[in-house]
């Protein structure tokens, strides 16, 4: 009983996502994506100008495909379809990392996990080669006030062969789910650098405990 009320807003998102997949025979989070690029912004002119017939009114708010330009959000995210996830990356600095400062590395790391995912200091950024460690809580406190605390609840449901997306530093890369585990707390080979671009995922598993980890492996593939 503690357990589901300790955990009751994981407890609640995992039932959401259950409900919202059998009510829509599995088509839940289909449409979702950060941009619909396909669609065209409005034309409707914004400022009509005084003009004869025989002149043309081309005044109009130009479309994203007129002016071929990317569109991506000012802050760094991971968009996680398969769960309808769109969340914002913090970075910490390393400098309790080199000083071999657990304590305080992880009072930041939690800190920062209070408004969104974290990408563990000392790992490879996106479109570098090494391994991009990113962590999220699967459950935490329930009096604790961050609206994150439970945004990666749903992690255990992305499988082998989805796609990610990181959005950082303004520029896109996509991943592709390549592997799927669960680790002891203490293997911190998960951390190992490589000589690719991958991503690496981890939260805690089974849901409501700190037991084990679950980890979820992408290679970059743009």
């Not at 025989?54 to 379809?81: C, G, K, M, Q």
């Not at 790992?123 to 080669?129: E, L, N, S």
């Not at 391994?131 to 999220?136: A, E, L």
């Not at 991503?199 to 037991?211: E, K, Q, S, V, Y």
């Amino acid at each position: 009983v503690m357990l589901l009320v300790f955990n009751a807003s994981s407890y609640f998102s995992i039932a959401s996502d259950w409900y919202e997949k059998f009510s829509t025979n599995g088509a839940a989070y289909q449409s979702f994506a950060l941009f619909d690029r396909g669609q065209e912004a409005n034309t409707t002119p914004l400022v009509t100008a005084a003009h004869s017939e025989s002149t043309p009114n081309t005044s109009h708010f130009p479309s994203i495909s007129e002016l071929d330009i990317a569109v991506t959000p000012p802050d760094n995210r991971i968009i996680i379809p398969s769960i309808g996830k769109n969340i914002p990356i913090q970075d910490i600095s390393n400098t309790f990392l080199l000083e071999e400062n657990w304590p305080a590395l992880e009072d930041e790391l939690q800190g920062a996990l209070k408004d969104g995912v974290v990408r563990y200091p000392g790992t490879a950024v996106p479109g570098q080669i090494g391994n991009v460690f990113i962590t999220g809580h699967s459950s935490y406190y329930l009096w604790d006030p961050g609206r994150y605390k439970d945004v990666f609840a749903l992690l255990h449901n992305v499988e082998i062969g989805d796609k990610i997306t990181v959005f950082y530093n303004q520029k896109e890369y996509t991943y592709v789910i390549e592997e799927k585990s669960t680790v002891n707390p203490n293997d911190i080979d998960v951390l190992r650098q490589t000589d690719d671009k991958r991503l690496t995922l981890m939260t805690c598993t089974p849901i409501g405990t700190a037991l084990n980890r679950l980890i979820l492996v992408a290679k970059q593939v743009s």
